[in-house]
């Protein structure tokens, strides 16, 4: 059995050539949020944008969570592929890169498909629990900070029906997940979400190995 294709530059760049369809708004918002102060570290790959656009049509959602917004990226790319009269509630707990997000949300034509709220992401996703209900929605894409990983899925859960999905992303920590002297807050609460779905009779689940490691968790 093979293992794991080792992705050289050039191999990255036949994928891109042969499979990535990064609409130009959204790739001119790639490359603004890459000049930005840490923006090339913070950003998705657009290989993973694609997915999430994917696994949106895929799932039929017409609701959706982004929990942590940046420049909006990852909500452009998943309110192009929603459900007609979906939307995506996208999260974040700073305004400071979010006219930069609607300038392109304005641009792509998705303003009415995106709404966007400010503060604490566990709070805000208690406010849409009581809002909507338990069952209300059907993806939720964790991209927040790290330490409240094992809080932000368990609200997750409660807030996705059955059938539905939750993408988190840097599940694999650029490989500090293993490493015995990652002894920080962050990839103790990552080890710990890693630990906690792999033994969740609650969900299906499976662990890319893509950009930092993607994990999807299926509700049952």
């Known amino acids: 059995m093979a293992d794991q294709v080792e992705v050289s530059d050039a191999l990255m760049a036949y994928v891109r050539d042969i499979s990535l369809r990064e609409d130009p ?3 001119e918002l790639r490359e ?5 102060p840490l923006g090339t570290a913070m950003q998705l790959m657009p290989e993973e944008g694609q997915l999430l656009a994917l696994l949106v049509k895929l799932c039929g959602a017409a609701r ?3 929990l942590g917004t940046f420049t909006g990226y990852s909500a452009l790319a998943m309110a192009e592929a929603l459900e007609p009269g979906g939307k995506v509630v996208t999260c974040d707990n700073s305004a400071r890169w979010l ?3 609607e300038e392109a949300w ?3 034509g998705v303003t009415d498909r995106i709404e966007s709220r400010i503060g604490d992401g566990l709070k805000t996703l208690g406010e849409l629990a009581d809002e909507f209900g338990a069952d209300s929605f059907d993806l939720v894409f964790i991209d927040a900070d ?9 609200s997750a859960l409660t807030l996705l029906r059955p059938g539905g999905l939750i993408v ?3 599940t694999l920590l650029r490989g500090r997940v293993i490493d015995p002297e990652a002894t920080d807050p962050e990839a103790a609460a990552v080890r710990v979400l890693n630990s906690r779905i792999s033994d969740d009779s609650r969900v299906d689940t499976s662990l890319l190995v893509m950009a930092d490691g993607i994990t999807l968790a299926r509700k049952r």
């Open 168 to 170: 988190i992303d840097n």
């Open 64 to 66: 959706v969570v982004d």
């Open 32 to 36: 603004t949020t890459a000049g930005l």
């Open 106 to 108: 304005q641009r792509a």
């Open 99 to 101: 006219g930069i997000a």
């Open 25 to 27: 708004v959204l790739r």
């Open 146 to 154: 790290k330490v409240n990983y094992p809080e932000y899925y368990e």
